[in-house]
Nanobody, 115 residues
Framework: QVQLVESGGGMVQAGGSLRLSCAAS????????MGWYRQAPGKQRELVAA???????NYADSVKGRFTISRDNAKNTVYLQMYNLKPEDTAVYYC?????????WGQGTQVTVSS
């Protein structure tokens, strides 16, 4: 079992920045994929960014150049640094851990960007 706890959400004006953190605990395998997803009201949950244990990353086109995902394997923590936030980034952001063909989700953290 893996437990994920997100933090760092909040309200910011357009153009501002936030950093989300996701701390994992439990049985953490050396090989896994950590990701950030988001879900806006009335929309499907979508991938924002993901990172493998080896540091390979991928991003949604809508956040490329503005968001950076990183991880600290020693702390079992993944981060999402968000710059130049836009109102359309407003959503609940979820952390996901994928290992051994099982997905684990955090409870989500709200990010609200005002115009």
């Amino acid at each position: 079992q893996v437990q994920l706890v997100e933090s760092g959400g909040g309200m910011v004006q357009a153009g501002g920045s936030l950093r989300l953190s996701c701390a994992a605990s439990g049985t953490i395998f050396r090989r896994n994929v950590m990701g950030w997803y988001r879900q806006a009201p009335g929309k499907q949950r979508e991938l924002v960014a993901a990172i493998t244990s080896f540091g390979s990353t991928n991003y949604a086109d809508s956040v490329k150049g503005r968001f950076t995902i990183s991880r600290d394997n020693a702390k079992n923590t993944v981060y999402l640094q968000m710059y130049n936030l836009k109102p359309e980034d407003t959503a609940v952001y979820y952390c996901k851990a994928s290992q051994n063909s099982i997905d684990y989700w955090g409870q989500g953290t709200q990010v609200t960007v005002s115009s």
